[in-house]
């Protein structure tokens, strides 16, 4: 993988387990608080841990990683919301359960995506899909 101006570039898909996504934050804090909350899902079989990180200007400024696995019909949702934050698995019912507990309590889990472009980095099972929400806010003086 190699870093350019900010970037991630994925150099090989040979296992097709890397996805990336651009995140561009126009948000707008005046140093009140750092990053954006976020929403992360993973939907779909997942037979690898599920981790991601956000790697800005080519310095990781967040990661997150739940020892799981996921079948093909249920989602995993991190919320860093301050309000609600949470880790869940969710079945097609509805249903979910709590999977705090399942988190690499190493590294900071519920991400906020920092202000300017970056890019978030994660590694799932190769027919898992991930999506990414997250607040861009403008604080007004």
Excluded: H
């Amino acid at each position: 993988m190699a870093t350019k101006y900010g970037f991630v570039y994925i150099e090989s898909n040979v296992t097709g387990r890397e996805k990336a996504i651009t995140l561009d934050n126009n948000s707008e804090y005046y140093g009140v608080q750092s990053g954006s909350p976020s929403l992360i899902t993973i939907t779909g079989r997942c037979n690898i841990y599920p981790e991601w990180q956000i790697i800005q200007d080519g310095a990781v400024v967040g990661k997150a990683k739940f020892s799981l696995y996921l079948a093909d019909n249920q989602r995993l949702i991190v919320s860093s919301y301050p309000e609600d934050q949470y880790a869940r698995v969710y079945n097609t019912d509805g249903t979910f359960s709590d999977v705090s507990q399942l988190a690499d309590f190493s590294v900071n889990n519920y991400l906020r995506v920092p202000e300017g472009t970056s890019t978030l980095l994660a590694y799932l099972d190769e027919n898992a899909q991930l999506d990414v929400t997250f607040k861009e806010e403008r604080l007004i003086v």
